[in-house]
């Protein structure tokens, strides 16, 4: 196992969540229309069902289950768009960050309960699944992915999660659908640690004065803990992409200066000779590649290439400085101008199968229980014990319409694990 | 209900496997035999987690720790591969494993009668398991649950370490962790003495008690109780004292015998270990260091002497195995709850509760 950028690509975080933009833009428009779509099938059908119990309109019965999307008697309701979600989504992302931390949960907890959120409305839409729901179950769920695994009635007490008014089904109906959201990766490699590294290395380099440092190290802090989870930074960029990122609109010299020290051994053409080492006793000069590896490795392009990441990242994080979180998105304004309409919308468009998850999950279970095992194929488990296994949720009911469903689906994140 | 686009890749992943017999049945989970549906000759073992009546809080921490390390931890050839996760059944987790059809070290170790291993197998056994505690240390993961019976083999006689429902990522310095883990016998002083902060060092010492029982063909060190832990190591390894380990007194639950026994030194090991030869008597030695400070770590183990001195460690197609009843046993260590001294026919019956609230 070589370098730590071989050791990167095997992290879930790398092989199942990050894309390029366009990647992450085609996700968000295919889970938009997906939701559309069966937003409208959902809500035609409610409607031309509620019309045949005022039994006055006959004509429309014969269509119950294909209503004319055109016919004057049912108008679907405008849906959000694809920048409407990702509105929300920060929106709500924001929100977390601020119960989270209003709360006390660590750094790491709010970081990695903010990375789940904005995965799992990647491949979920908002009218879909409540933010407002999510975003408490993300906090709960992060919890436990950092190892801190708490009641959840007690959880439900801490803090600013008192005014919630939660019950603990409301978490727990979640939760599932959740993990499977995030695909059940449940480890997030936040920047905090590359920070405190750099911080080391700007100390071991002697000639900057500590006062510096510190303040850069702090507003870098302030920053890894806002910027980078409001915007797509981790979907992008590498924990230490994002930390030197975070320096660098922090103190733009000395995230150059620390660039600039890793690659300070470029040497002129490689064929001169042996490369000029470091030869300053760096602890890593044991891991510093040789010849002409050392070029494609540590050599000027990959430096400019580092550099250039860098900046566009820095842009990314630029947007949301760590002042908008009350300057802007706690602002009344804000919210009337800008999510009140958009939760008017979403009032009219909301999943109406999916809004209440405690109902969804007692559905899924019943609908289960009734239908028995399908093609799960536990022979030798029927008739087992309720509680071994609950349920599958009409698997071979829908068979049929998943098959119609998948077939438009060519696996959006690639291979499997 | 139509499905979201998470529920047509869950579809689409479950749908690459196609599940047959139970293999095990077990408190924590079920494993089953299974193939990949476009080829019958992969075999899987698919461990269905149980939802956990004690635990109330949704997902149970065995699972989501395992979960999340079995993620991160792909590519090494002595770690257990996930090969998938689905959701067959509502709430119902299934973990695709690659499937280790030979049991586990625990079974060879027993089988006085029919498996006979040499100096050369040892090294080949342990130079597997150092290499795979290895890669979970430099990936910033402690096991905290390593024992005979988490070290599966597989078809072409590679060790595979395996249940990673105790397992963590490293603290941040400062953090406290519970002491309440790995299974007794294998378990280091300073977690007997209760301490928060730990390191690496505790997987090395089980590491040293798997190595000292693949010697012996039986436990080294098999306490009754943690008290009787304590006393074993005292007795067998010396006494944990403030010259021997500064600070270890400070500890909450530092307790020892009266009595002290000063740490043994190599020679009286070789009278019981010397099937492993000088070079690893000195190896094991290392991993039994009292101080955690002054126990070897993976890496050193790796650069140790004795994996470049004769013998040679044996190659995976020659090692001993055992021809039955692998696949079960190896569905039972599968299934088991983690951190639980076996319940089978050795020794305590005492299976350690998990602290669920406190546990991180």
């Known amino acids: 196992m070589a370098t730590e950028d071989a050791r990167y690509r095997l992290s879930s975080q790398y092989r199942l969540w990050s894309f390029s933009r366009a990647e992450l833009a085609s996700l968000r428009e295919k889970s938009n229309s997906l939701a559309r779509a069966s937003i409208s099938e959902r809500l035609s059908r409610a409607s031309s069902s509620s019309e045949k119990n005022n039994n006055d309109r006959s004509a429309s019965t014969s269509n119950a289950n294909t209503p004319d999307p055109d016919g004057a008697s049912f108008r679907l309701p405008e849906f959000l768009t694809v920048a409407d979600e990702s509105l929300m989504t920060t929106f709500y992302t924001t929100q977390l960050l601020g119960a989270g931390s209003a709360t006390g ?72 659908l959740f993990c499977q959201g995030i695909r059940f ?5 936040h920047p905090f640690r590359p920070l405190i590294g750099a911080g080391m290395e700007l100390r071991r380099l002697g000639d900057i004065k500590e006062e510096r440092i510190r303040a850069a190290e702090e507003r870098a802090k302030s920053i890894l803990r806002f910027s980078s989870l409001v915007t797509d930074a981790y979907f992008h960029y590498t924990p230490s992409q994002i930390m030197l990122a975070a320096l660098s609109l922090a103190d733009r010299e000395l995230a150059e200066r620390l660039i600039h020290e890793t690659f300070h051994h470029i040497t002129p053409p490689a064929n001169k000779g042996t490369p000029t080492n470091g030869g300053d006793g760096a602890p890593n ?43 802007h998105w706690q602002s009344k304004d804000m919210y009337q101008d800008l999510i009140l309409p958009i939760k008017k919308k979403l009032k009219k468009c909301r999943d109406p199968d999916r809004s209440n998850l405690v109902a969804l999950q007692r559905a899924r279970r019943e609908e289960a229980l009734k239908k028995g095992d399908s093609d799960d194929g536990d022979p030798e488990d029927r008739g087992g014990t309720v509680d071994d296994d609950a349920a599958v949720f009409g698997e071979a009911a829908r068979d049929a319409k998943r098959r119609k469903v998948a077939k438009g689906l060519d696996d959006p994140f690639g291979g499997p694990l | 209900m139509t499905m979201d686009l998470v529920e047509q890749m869950n579809e689409q992943e479950k749908r690459k496997y196609v599940k047959g017999k139970k293999l095990g049945e077990g408190t924590y989970a079920n494993v089953y035999l299974g193939h990949a549906r476009h080829d019958a000759g992969v075999l899987v073992a698919i461990k269905k987690i149980k939802v956990q009546k004690e635990y109330k809080d949704g997902l149970a921490p065995d699972a989501v720790r395992e979960l999340k390390h079995l993620q991160e931890l792909l590519g090494h050839p002595n770690i257990i591969s996930l090969l998938s996760v689905f959701s067959s059944k509502d709430q119902n987790l ?18 006085v009668d029919r498996v ?34 988490n070290l599966l083999i597989a078809a072409n006689g590679e060790v595979k370490l395996a249940d990673f429902g105790l397992a963590r990522s490293f603290a941040d310095p400062g953090t406290r962790m519970t002491a309440n883990v790995i299974t007794r016998w294998y378990r280091p002083p300073e977690l007997l003495f209760g301490a928060r902060h730990y390191s690496g060092a505790v997987d090395i010492w089980s590491v040293g008690l798997v190595f000292a029982e693949l010697v012996l063909r039986a436990p080294f060190l098999p306490g009754n109780t943690e008290v009787d832990q304590i006393n074993l190591i005292c007795r067998q390894i010396g006494t944990p004292t403030e010259d021997n380990w500064p600070g270890v007194t400070q500890l909450k639950e530092y307790t020892v015998p009266s009595e002290v026994v000063p740490v043994w030194g190599k020679d009286a090991y070789m009278s019981r270990f010397g099937g ?19 126990r070897i770590t993976a890496r050193e183990m790796l650069e140790h002497r004795w994996w470049r001195t004769d013998p040679r460690p044996t190659r995976n197609e020659d090692l001993p195995r055992k021809s039955a009843g692998g696949e079960e046993k190896a569905a039972v260590d599968l299934s088991r709850r983690n951190g639980v001294v076996d319940d089978g026919a050795r020794g305590t019956k005492v299976a350690r509760k998990l602290d669920f609230g406190a546990a991180r």
């Open chain 1, 105 to 176: 949960l660590s750094d790491e907890i709010c970081a990695t309960a903010a990375a789940f959120f904005r995965r799992f409305y990647i491949t979920n839409s908002i009218m879909t699944y409540s933010p407002q729901d999510m975003m408490i179950v993300a906090l709960f769920f992060a919890c436990k992915a950092e190892g801190w695994f708490t009641r959840v009635t007690d959880f439900l007490k801490m803090g600013s999660f008192r005014s919630l008014k939660k019950q603990p089904e409301d978490i727990l109906a979640g939760e599932f």
């Open chain 1, 185 to 189: 990766a449940f480890d997030v490699r």
């Open chain 1, 285 to 327: 000069d044991s891991h510093q590649p040789k010849g002409q590896n050392k070029e494609a490795i540590i050599g000027q392009q990959i430096r400019d290439k580092v550099l250039g990441t860098i900046e566009a990242c820095r842009e990314m994080m630029a947007h949301e400085m760590p002042e908008r979180s009350k300057e």
């Open chain 2, 94 to 111: 299934n973990l695709v494993l690659e499937y280790l059809p030979l049991g586990d070290l625990e079974m060879l170790i027993r089988d």
């Open chain 2, 116 to 149: 006979r291993y040499g100096t050369a197998d040892m090294k080949a056994w342990m130079g597997m398991l150092t290499r795979a505690v290895w890669f979970c240390h430099d990936n910033f993961v402690l096991h905290r649950d390593i024992k005979p019976n």
């Open chain 2, 276 to 294: 492993a030869g000088s070079d690893g008597v000195d190896l094991l030695v290392r991993t039994l260091a009292l101080d955690p400070k002054n």
